[in-house]
């Protein structure tokens, strides 16, 4: 099914990710010229605009978002002459509303359509499409995350679009599998024979997974009201990030065969229940506090804020996987708004060792630890115990073994995930996209705990903004034995 896409559609084209991740993009997968400057693009959204305007909006967004160091004017200029604009209403499903497109398209049948819209309209919008015969046999589309609210909204959305494009055309992002440490996690895990002996309930004590961000609302206040971070951060981000560690090795980098192996990994989430919330979850909610020196608003006095909500924006769960590699191994997630640091990683902690030959001088012995760290920096750091030098005894001393590519051959500028997955989109490789069964594996989990909150009525705790969230989350590692990696 490969063939070369002539025409980008991007839906909500003027909308926020547009703006901050779209076009932004794109325009580096034009300036180094990865893909055809035959390629154009047509920006849509409801309301009317003149292609100059639109033009116009455009190039804003890119004089805001993209680093000035990258900003050429001649790269600019073309991928501005390669934009148009449509408006676009996807209504009732019907072919109504469409007849600005289907002219900018021109009985061009090579497009690739990014829905970066509410996740409400992808069903009416692909009906629409295929109504008016804009959804041949070589279009694809890329649907943004959130794919619905719960297993039932997800199954709806994915049954409207199924009925336009087949599976291997629908490319649904999970912006976290274009992270280039996302993608070096695999290459750690399978081109290496050093870990994979090691990677099991007989060597690994507890995975931890923790994305901190010290941001606020950011202004999304309405949409994050009705998600929260379980559907927002866990349902997608982290429980790729679960499945990437704990996958079996998969036949061949196929699409097909790592996300069979990816899916497994969903199934075999142990469901948390209304009897094993309480002691396997926290909810938590910033309260006003600190963020970077500056004093900020707690959930509930932000702008737009209802001021009573009772919306989760940390959370931390411990998990269990049900299968034979990682049985009795928790896999402890955290993700909070208004952290203390932006930091995103997986830290694999390794067992002790079974017997202390050091006892006299070192009563007890840090256990390995491998830390793959997403962000704000990418590193891979294997923490180990050496001896520090000295005459009497041994004294023994944590050292972090370095990993990662020097700063210099990591290529420089730090890619927006966006390049890599709108390059593979392009190029019909749905390898790294999440597949229809998984993304409902993952609602069906993250839907037992939403109820399970719902019946056990448990509220959210606060913390203050500027810490990692309330000390319930510290409790749950502690009552096992363990403790958050900091
Ligand atoms: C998005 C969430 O999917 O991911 C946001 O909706 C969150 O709430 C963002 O801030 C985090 O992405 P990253 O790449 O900055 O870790």
Redesign the pocket.
């Known amino acids: 099914m490969k063939h070369t896409v002539q025409k980008f559609v991007l839906f909500g084209a003027t909308g926020d990710l547009s703006q901050r991740m779209v076009w932004p993009s794109l325009y580096h997968l034009c300036r180094e010229k990865l893909v055809p400057p035959t390629l154009t693009f047509v920006g849509s959204a409801r309301h009317a605009m003149p292609n100059e305007e639109f033009r116009k909006f455009v190039e804003a967004a890119l004089r805001k978002h993209v680093a000035a160091e990258y900003l050429k004017e001649d790269a600019l200029q073309d991928l501005l002459t390669r934009v148009t604009y449509a408006p676009f209403q996807a209504g009732d499903g019907s072919a109504a509303g469409t007849e600005a497109l289907q002219k900018a398209l021109a009985g061009n049948n090579k497009v690739l359509y990014f829905m970066a819209t509410s996740p409400k309209f992808y069903g009416p919008t692909c009906l629409s499409l295929a109504a008016a015969g804009l959804a041949c046999e070589y279009c694809r589309v890329i649907l943004e995350?959130?794919i619905g609210t719960d297993l039932a909204s997800s199954f709806e959305i994915n049954e409207a679009v199924g009925r336009v494009f087949n599976e291997d055309r629908i490319f649904r992002i999970?912006?976290?599998l274009g992270?280039e440490a996302v993608q070096n996690l695999l290459a750690l895990r399978f081109a290496n024979s050093l870990f994979e002996p090691l990677w099991n309930a007989s060597a690994i004590d507890n995975v931890q997974i923790t994305?901190g961000?010290t941001?606020g609302l950011?202004g999304?206040t309405g949409?994050?009201d009705e998600?929260g971070a379980l559907r927002?951060?866990v349902q997608?981000?982290m429980l790729q990030l679960v499945a990437l560690v704990a996958m079996e090795p998969p036949h061949l980098f196929e699409p097909n065969e790592v996300r069979n192996e990816k899916t497994k990994v969903i199934r075999s989430l142990r469901p948390i229940s209304a009897a094993t919330a309480a002691a396997n979850t926290v909810r938590g909610q910033y309260a006003a506090g600190n963020s970077g020196g500056n004093a900020v608003p707690g959930y509930n006095q932000e702008p737009g804020a209802k001021g009573t909500s009772d919306t989760e924006t940390f959370v931390a769960v411990r998990a269990e996987i049900d299968n034979w590699r990682w049985a009795g191994v928790p896999f402890y997630l955290r993700t909070g708004?208004r952290m203390q640091s932006?930091r995103?990683d997986i830290a694999i902690q390794f067992k002790t060792v079974p017997h202390n030959i050091f006892a006299a001088d070192e009563p007890t012995l840090q256990a390995n630890r491998l830390v793959i760290r997403?962000?704000p920096q990418e590193s891979v750091t294997l923490q180990i115990l050496s001896k520090q030098p000295g005459l009497e005894g041994v004294r023994l001393r944590e050292v972090p073994l370095e990993l990662s590519l020097p700063k210099d051959e990591s290529g420089g500028r730090t890619r927006i995930?966006y390049e890599r997955l709108l390059l593979d989109a392009l190029k019909g490789n749905t390898t790294l996209f999440v597949r229809r069964d998984e993304v409902e594996a993952a609602w069906h989990w993250i839907d037992g705990i939403q109820t399970s909150w719902k019946s056990t009525r448990q509220t959210v705790k606060p913390y203050p903004a500027g810490t990692w969230g309330p000390t319930a989350a510290i409790a749950l590692t502690e009552r096992h034995g363990h403790s958050w990696y900091e």
Do not use: C, I
């Open positions: 995350k959130p999970d912006h976290y992270k994305v961000e941001v950011e999304r949409y994050y998600s927002d951060m997608n981000h708004k932006r995103t997403l962000q995930a």
